[in-house]
T-cell receptor, first 117, second 112 residues
Framework: AQSVTQLDSQVPVFEEAPVELRCNYS??????LFWYVQYPNQGLQLLLK??????LVKGINGFEAEFNKSQTSFHLRKPSVHISDTAEYFC???????????????FGKGTLLTVNP | EAQVTQNPRYLITVTGKKLTVTCSQN?????MSWYRQDPGLGLRQIYY???????DKGDVPEGYKVSRKEKRNFPLILESPSPNQTSLYFC???????????FGNGTRLTVT
């Protein structure tokens, strides 16, 4: 069974500071990794994805993430955050999930990023 | 515009009164899924559908039903809602197995 652990439930930072949101996963098979962002009262938007190839993945809004297979991690980073980055961020893993061929997307519990002026 | 549309956005109902939340996508996606989002628990899969007339249980299917009679529609049915089904619900769709999910804007359900 696959699982995702987001190590911080809340991360407060000041504007223009760097940020790292941590994500670890477990899976017995090859996985595909995603980060989603949820702004208040909205659905989830894809920030970036890792399917294969380069382990450093760049996404929208200046975010990037690095896939580390040996540490089973997929941490999200941004060198300088803005007030508008305040949102909840979800790490997710997709892998084959047994009967029914369900490549289920399993989510972490989310990290609330709050950017303060 | 490519999108997943859920209705209604907000719904308040009473225990035991059957309700349906509709979901429609215009991207010709084979795969559709329902999630519920609860504070501190993230998103949990309720049901999914690999294609028309093919549905299966996710992690938290109790108290829910779905149907997939057409490719574009995937309604979520609560036959007898209970207060523990108060939650934020998301419908999502995708194409191939490693493609990202596209999400609707959510339905906030309150059962009193």
């Amino acid at each position: 069974a696959q699982s995702v652990t987001q190590l911080d439930s809340q991360v407060p930072v000041f504007e223009e500071a760097p940020v790292e949101l941590r994500c670890n996963y477990s899976s017995s098979v090859s996985v595909y990794l995603f980060w989603y962002v949820q702004y208040p009262n909205q659905g989830l938007q894809l920030l970036l994805k890792y399917l294969s190839g380069s382990t450093l993945v760049k996404g929208i809004n200046g975010f990037e993430a690095e896939f580390n297979k040996s540490q089973t991690s997929f941490h999200l980073r941004k060198p300088s955050v803005h007030i508008s980055d305040t949102a909840e961020y979800f790490c997710a893993v997709s892998g084959y999930s047994g009967g029914g061929s369900n490549y289920k997307l399993t989510f972490g519990k989310g990290t609330l990023l709050t950017v303060n002026p | 515009e490519a999108q997943v549309t859920q209705n209604p956005r907000y719904l308040i109902t009473v225990t035991g009164k059957k309700l349906t939340v509709t979901c429609s996508q215009n991207m010709n996606h084979e795969y559709m899924s329902w999630y519920r989002q609860d504070p501190g628990l993230g998103l949990r899969q309720i049901y999914y559908s690999m294609n028309v007339e093919v549905t299966d249980k996710g992690d938290v299917p109790e108290g829910y039903k779905v149907s997939r009679k057409e490719k574009r529609n995937f309604p979520l049915i609560l036959e007898s809602p209970s207060p523990n089904q108060t939650s934020l619900y998301f419908c999502a769709s995708r194409t191939v197995y490693n493609s990202p999910l596209h999400f609707g804007n959510g339905t906030r359900l309150t059962v009193t």
